[in-house]
């Protein structure tokens, strides 16, 4: 059945959210405060990095299903939900930052003229859906009909339209029968998936829940690595002994550089502060956190032993995003190890496909190559940080013969460590013996 519906944000999560629901037939209002994106999207351009959402976006608004605008009062007038998916950024001391989540709510609340659901997208809390609630009630008109409903997101970028539009669950928290029936029947069309109703809390948790799990697996085999690198066995053959057990699964088990991006940080560090607000000291995570700075270390500590002296020297980076197909320099464990070899004394050249003019205001002195080669050319290593498929079809030999010492560091586990011994290199990799 269609729906109107009003998305307020238009950053990864809003503009996918808007763009996949009126691609399952509903009628959608993208909103956003900032004139210039909104102005923008209204020219067709995208603001963010995403495969397949220009089209998506381009092919929507072309049917008259997605619209833009610029203010919550313009955009919310025909909505009968309202989906809140604005950011939710860390504070210094880890928490999440609601204020946005906050206006948006009070801004909302004023402009209610019927009954509507209003659903939390954003990462949030345990606890926000009541605040959500209690603001409403505060800055609404008196006896304004509402529900709030939680409704968290599982996109991960690269992948966020397919993953919307094929989703493993749909979660909704809700607690009135007449909201939940509301978003069954929004998400009606993306049945099979199965939808999993719960209560507010229990949905708030269950995303926070998910992606710290996501993240202690990847800490899980990162740990792992480094026994595996001090005992001589190799961990991607561990973890594909340990991936076909049904119970761990073979996802998320690629030892490498470690997470970066906009969530499992943030969401790792809010989970803490809010375990401590309930009275658990979530030491798990805690470690899970540690484990992953750890793993950034790890350049450094093999280029000594490769190079000896790192002063001087010249190194190569390929891959600055926080992972293949985006843009997204968040958390990129990249840009601290960029940073980490500039301390030593080392010259930097850097390539990405995609990121590196997002890269230019956070990372300076450092050379911007052409394509891998470029930044190869001359460096005393290359350090693969980001497994871009550019990277994985490189011409090896072009890079051996570009290299001054052929010194290669693969963070991702990408190459084989035999056929680049073959090819002349000192090859290392992460927790794999060399050839
Ligand atoms: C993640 C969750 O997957 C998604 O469900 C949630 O909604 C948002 O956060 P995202 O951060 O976009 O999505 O990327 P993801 O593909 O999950 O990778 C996260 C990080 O883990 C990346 O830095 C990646 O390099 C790293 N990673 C992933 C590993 O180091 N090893 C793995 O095996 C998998």
Known sequence: MKKNVAVVGTGYVGLVTGACLAEIGHSVVCIDNDKKKIASLKKGGIPIYEPGLEEVVKKNRRAG??????????????????????????????????????????????HLTRYTVVVDKSTVPVHTGEKVQETMRLHGKPGAQFDVASNPEFLREGTAVKDFLHPDRIVIGVDSPRAEKALRELYAPLQPAPLIVTDIKSAELIKHSSNSFLALKISFINAVSRICESVGADVSLVAEGMGHDARIGKSFLKAGLGFGGSCFPKDLSAYIKMAEEAGYHFDLLKSVQKINADQRQWVARKLKKALWNLRGKTVAIWGLAFKPDTDDLRNAPALD????????????????????????????????AKDAYDAAKGADAVILVTEWKEYKDVDLKKVRASLHTPVFLDGRNVFDPKAMAALGFQYHSVGRPSA
Do not use: N, W
């Open 337 to 368: 190890i960029a940073a980490q070899l500039m301390g030593e004394g080392c010259k930097v050249r850097v390539h990405d496909p995609v990121a590196m003019d997002k890269a230019k205001p956070h990372l300076s002195g450092v050379y911007y």
């Open 65 to 110: 299903r997605l619209s833009f605008a610029g203010s919550i009062a313009e955009g919310m007038k025909d909505a009968e939900l309202v989906f809140i998916a604005v950011g939710t950024p860390p504070t210094p001391d880890g928490d999440a930052d609601l204020s946005f989540v906050e206006a948006v709510a009070r801004e909302v609340a004023r």
